[in-house]
Nanobody, 127 residues
Framework: QVQLVESGGGLVRAGGSLRLSCAAS????????MGWFRQAPGKEREFVAA???????GYGDSMKGRFTISRDNPKNTIYLQMNSLKVEDTAVYYC?????????????????????WGQGTQVTVSS
């Protein structure tokens, strides 16, 4: 049974940093694209970042220069380092896997393309 478990969320002041983790179990995902998304109340799920099997990365426009996605394949885990956080970064953050991307260097920002999802972790940025 595939399971993705996010952790590391919490309350932080604007300008601060958080590091999210997503640990996968039940299957190895080192050869697939994994991504981070977020969803704020009343808004659609938004692409945050993605990473391919060979560490090619992509980011949403408002995250570039502030967020960094990385992966630790032996641990079957991805991370999201978030710096210079803003109030508008407040959301539930989800990790996901696109199982159609076996050894692919192409990632997509579309949530509907991702097949496995975690339960999410809340990030709240206060002013």
């Amino acid at each position: 049974q595939v399971q993705l478990v996010e952790s590391g969320g919490g309350l932080v002041r604007a300008g601060g940093s958080l590091r999210l983790s997503c640990a996968a179990s039940g299957r190895t995902f080192s050869s697939y694209v994994m991504g981070w998304f977020r969803q704020a109340p009343g808004k659609e799920r938004e692409f945050v970042a993605a990473i391919t099997w060979n560490d090619s990365t992509g980011y949403g426009d408002s995250m570039k220069g502030r967020f960094t996605i990385s992966r630790d394949n032996p641990k079957n885990t991805i991370y999201l380092q978030m710096n210079s956080l803003k109030v508008e970064d407040t959301a539930v953050y989800y990790c996901a896997v696109d199982r159609k991307t076996y050894y692919s260097s192409r990632w997509t920002p579309e949530p509907r393309n991702y097949d496995y999802w975690g339960q999410g972790t809340q990030v709240t940025v206060s002013s």
